[in-house]
């Protein structure tokens, strides 16, 4: 991919537009015959998934925020509807119990409407407890996937059981996502890619990291309850602790550099973005920065393709990360020997990227198949969350990053690579923190499409 705006193949530009909802119905046909072999192999008759509960703070009366059950957003877009069940018998029409309680302390959850309840037999309910009239009888033939609060029935009866059988066939091919779930993604993507602009208007006008927060969250549309995770916006030194989420109430002086790894929801999916900026004057950054911009767009994300093994894609985005820390002086070893003695793990200590879509992180990184087995990690790089081979319809993201982390850096040393690096271009870089650039990107037949750069593309 060169670094021009991308051609969108129109298949997926389709998914893209607004009309994500006429693309459901083939999502929802998509999710009926993996359950039906997924039941099969679990031999059950039905599935059942609740949307969860909600969880009471110990020696406290209040409730931490509600997180759906991913496996009952994957069949419709409800995130705010704790006791709500979805039940799935091959051949019929799925069914969707929804909790709408008397209760005037609390707003009550609209009655179901959207592009959606047609698709269902819907029974509404007054208490969580009556979900249970409108599951099947006998709970030993179904498969129930959700946490143990959610049991209904004498001594918690109809109980979920989780059986690995059905999870893993369903968590594998969860990460082959429908036109819909793209779609849904990408729309993720523009509420974030709205916010990110207006976080880096923040920074420019001199914001603290809490204020830079808040003008994402107003942006977002989204406050952090919503957001699929805690906001990572990082000044000067700050960009060098990976998931930094203290958000500082003073701006620091002087503002060096941003990080902001920051994301947004739509319907129960994820996205997650990252960009980096220099402050004005800050010209060395601002270089580093262009550089791992540079090399995240036009080298790492052409292995980005069906048939590449993540794992080989994370190791060349070591080399290639490498490759721009001898430029910059950084490094003395050579970029290959930096790999291979683990000095670029140094500067680049998490994986290249993720599934995403349901969740931030997507289930199924590892898995070999859809009946079990895991796909190892390479040797020395643990923090890496994805190890299967790339194919059309997967979402992943591209993050690479350069950070300059004291206790790295002192373990380098310690090991006996402290002559790999020039020490003091280390020193004069210690300030910023640390560069990662973050997308999210489509893999097709063809080129991978970035949902996150085409974004940026079509608001510019
Ligand atoms: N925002 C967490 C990550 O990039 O994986
Ligand atoms: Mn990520
Ligand atoms: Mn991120």
């Given at each position: 991919m060169?670094c021009?705006?991308?051609?969108v193949?129109?298949r997926i530009?389709?998914?893209?537009?607004?009309?994500?909802?006429r693309?459901?119905?083939?999502?929802?046909?998509?999710?009926?015959?993996?359950?039906?072999?997924?039941?099969?192999?679990?031999g059950?008759?039905h599935?059942?998934?609740?949307?969860?509960t909600?969880?009471v703070?110990?020696f406290?009366?209040?409730?931490?925020?509600?997180?759906a059950?991913?496996?009952?957003?994957h069949?419709?877009?409800l995130?705010?509807?704790?006791?709500?069940?979805?039940?799935a018998?091959?051949?019929?029409?799925p069914?969707?119990?929804?909790?709408?309680?008397?209760?005037?302390?609390?707003?009550?959850?609209?009655?179901?409407?959207?592009?959606?309840?047609?698709?269902?037999?819907?029974v509404v309910?007054?208490?969580?407890?009556?979900?249970?009239?409108?599951?099947?009888?006998n709970?030993?033939?179904?498969?129930?996937?959700?946490?143990?609060?959610?049991?209904?029935?004498?001594?918690?009866?109809f109980?979920?059981?989780?059986?690995?059988?059905v999870?893993?066939y369903?968590?594998?091919?969860?990460?082959?996502?429908t036109p819909?779930?793209?779609?849904?993604?990408?729309?993720?993507?523009?509420?974030?890619?709205?916010?990110?602009?207006?976080?880096?208007?923040?920074?420019?006008?001199?914001a603290?990291e809490?204020?830079i927060?808040?003008?994402?969250?107003?942006a977002?549309?989204?406050?952090?309850?919503?957001?699929?995770?805690?906001?990572?916006v990082?000044?000067?030194?700050h960009?060098?602790?990976?998931?930094?989420?203290?958000?500082?109430?003073?701006?620091?002086k002087?503002?060096?550099?941003?990080?902001?790894d920051?994301?947004?929801?739509?319907?129960?999916?994820?996205c997650?973005?990252?960009?980096?900026?220099?402050?004005?004057?800050?010209?060395?950054?601002?270089?580093?920065v262009?550089a791992?911009?540079?090399?995240q767009?036009?080298?790492?994300?052409?292995?980005?393709?069906?048939?590449?093994?993540?794992?080989?894609?994370?190791?060349?985005?070591?080399?290639?990360?490498?490759?721009?820390l001898?430029?910059?002086?950084?490094?003395?070893?050579?970029?290959?020997?930096?790999?291979?003695?683990?000095?670029?793990?140094?500067?680049?200590?998490h994986?290249?990227?993720?599934?995403?879509?349901?969740?931030v992180?997507?289930?199924?990184?590892f898995?070999?198949?859809?009946?079990?087995?895991?796909?190892?990690k390479?040797?020395?790089?643990?923090?890496?969350?994805?190890t299967?081979?790339?194919?059309p319809?997967?979402?992943?993201?591209?993050?690479?990053?350069?950070?300059?982390i004291?206790?790295l850096?002192?373990?380098?040393?310690?090991?006996?690579?402290?002559?790999?690096?020039d020490?003091?271009?280390?020193?004069a870089?210690?300030?910023?923190g640390?560069?990662?650039?973050?997308?999210?990107?489509?893999?097709?037949?063809?080129d991978?499409?970035?949902?996150?750069?085409?974004?940026?593309?079509e608001?510019?």
């Open positions: 060169g021009g705006r991308m051609v193949p129109r530009e389709q998914t893209m537009s607004i009309a994500v909802a693309h459901y119905a083939d999502h929802l046909a998509t999710l009926q015959a993996r359950t039906a072999t997924a039941l099969e192999r679990g059950f008759d599935l059942v998934v609740p949307s969860g909600l969880h703070q110990v406290d009366d209040r409730d931490y925020p509600y997180a059950n991913p496996q009952f957003k069949w419709l877009p995130t705010r509807n704790p006791g709500s069940w979805v039940v018998t091959p051949g019929e029409r069914r969707l119990v929804y909790l709408q309680p008397r209760d005037y302390w609390h707003v009550v959850p609209d009655a179901p409407s959207g592009y959606w309840v047609d698709h269902f037999d819907i309910i007054r208490k969580p407890e009556e979900a249970l009239q409108h599951l099947p009888k709970a030993s033939r179904c498969a129930i996937l959700g946490e143990p609060q959610s049991a209904l029935g004498q001594y918690g009866a109980k979920p059981n989780n059986p690995q059988a999870i893993d369903l968590d594998y091919h969860r990460a082959y996502k819909y779930e793209v779609g849904m993604i990408h729309e993720a993507t523009r509420r974030g890619v709205r916010a990110h602009r207006a976080a880096e208007r923040a920074f420019r006008a001199g603290s809490f204020g927060h808040l003008a994402y969250c107003q977002a549309g989204q406050d952090a309850t919503e957001l699929p995770y805690g906001n990572i990082a000044l000067n030194e960009g060098a602790v990976l998931h930094y989420t203290e958000l500082g109430r003073l701006p620091p002087p503002v060096r550099s941003f990080l902001i920051a994301g947004a929801s739509h319907g129960g999916y994820a997650d973005i990252t960009r980096t900026y220099a402050a004005d004057g800050n010209d060395e950054f601002q270089a580093l262009d791992v911009d540079k090399v767009r036009e080298d790492i994300s052409q292995r980005f393709r069906a048939g590449s093994d993540y794992r080989q894609v994370h190791l060349f985005a070591h080399l290639a990360l490498a490759n721009v001898r430029d910059f002086g950084i490094l003395k070893a050579s970029p290959e020997a930096a790999v291979a003695t683990g000095v670029s793990s140094a500067f680049f200590p994986g290249i990227g993720h599934g995403i879509g349901l969740q992180h997507d289930v199924a990184g898995a070999a198949s859809d009946s079990g087995g895991t796909i190892a390479p040797d020395g790089h643990p923090y890496l969350r994805l299967r081979v790339l194919e319809g997967m979402v992943v993201t591209n993050e690479p990053g350069v950070y300059f004291d206790m850096l002192e373990e380098l040393k310690a090991k006996g690579h402290g002559d790999a690096v020490w003091a271009r280390i020193d870089f210690r300030p910023y640390g560069v990662r650039i973050e997308d999210e990107l489509v893999i097709t037949d063809g991978p499409v970035n949902l996150t750069r085409d974004v940026y593309a608001s510019a």
